[in-house]
Antibody, heavy 117, light 108 residues
Framework: EVQLVQSGAEVKKPGESLKISCQGF????????IGWVRQMPGKGLEWMGI????????RYSPSFQGQVTISADKSITTAYLQWSSLKASDTAMYYC??????????WGQGTLVTVSS | EIVLTQSPGTLSLSPGERATLSCRAS???????LAWYQQKPGQAPRLFIY???SRAAGIPDRFSGSGSGTDFTLTISRLEPEDFAVYYC?????????FGQGTKLEIK
């Protein structure tokens, strides 16, 4: 079974750094793009960026370019989303998903990030 | 950048009724790159339709997708209680993965 398992919820203060993870199971991790999606409280889905773990080719949505960094470690079948300096407006649920020939399928269970002083 | 606009924002219907959800693109979208997702409260989104009209694995045949160019539709022929959720359309394809703002399908 193809599965993406994300790291647990985080509570951080403004200005702190954070790296959340998404581990893939049950498929060839290096052969599929992984995407990250933000969902702010009570809001819709926003595509942040994608990475191809095979060669670490990374593409960002213009809205998130320079705001986050997407990376991957294929040796442990894990993709990452990281911030160098969190803001309160980064409070959201973050999902990873495998790009199955284009559409996002399946999705991870989500990681809730709360940024509050 | 392509913008996807979904309508209506909220759709109130009863079980057994037919639901029609719309997704309009600001520029023409290849039907090969249009998907629909369902999201229930507290859950991750789930792929329902891809390539505009192909059902994902395990999706009941009461769900159907159609459309081309700038106008796409998700139709649920007879609503079941478990179908009430938020539905998002998405234009996908390497660097272009825009989502619509969602339609909430609620029980009337």
């Amino acid at each position: 079974e193809v599965q993406l398992v994300q790291s647990g919820a985080e509570v951080k203060k403004p200005g702190e750094s954070l790296k959340i993870s998404c581990q893939g199971f049950g498929y060839s991790f290096t052969s599929y793009w992984i995407g990250w999606v933000r969902q702010m409280p009570g809001k819709g889905l926003e595509w942040m960026g994608i990475i191809y773990p095979g060669d670490s080719d990374t593409r960002y949505s213009p809205s998130f370019q320079g705001q986050v960094t997407i990376s991957a470690d294929k040796s442990i079948t894990t993709a990452y989303l990281q911030w160098s300096s969190l803001k309160a407006s980064d409070t959201a649920m973050y999902y990873c998903a495998r790009l199955d020939g284009g559409p996002f399928d399946p999705w991870g269970q989500g990681t809730l990030v709360t940024v509050s002083s | 950048e392509i913008v996807l606009t979904q309508s209506p924002g909220t759709l109130s219907l009863s079980p057994g009724e037919r639901a029609t959800l719309s997704c309009r693109a600001s520029q023409s979208v290849s039907s090969s790159y249009l998907a629909w997702y369902q999201q229930k409260p507290g859950q991750a989104p789930r792929l329902f339709i891809y390539a505009a009209s192909s059902r994902a694995a395990g999706i009941p045949d009461r769900f159907s997708g159609s459309g081309s160019g700038t106008d796409f539709t998700l139709t649920i022929s007879r609503l079941e209680p478990e179908d009430f959720a938020v539905y998002y359309c998405q234009r996908y394809g390497s660097s272009l993965n825009t989502f619509g703002q969602g339609t909430k399908l609620e029980i009337k």
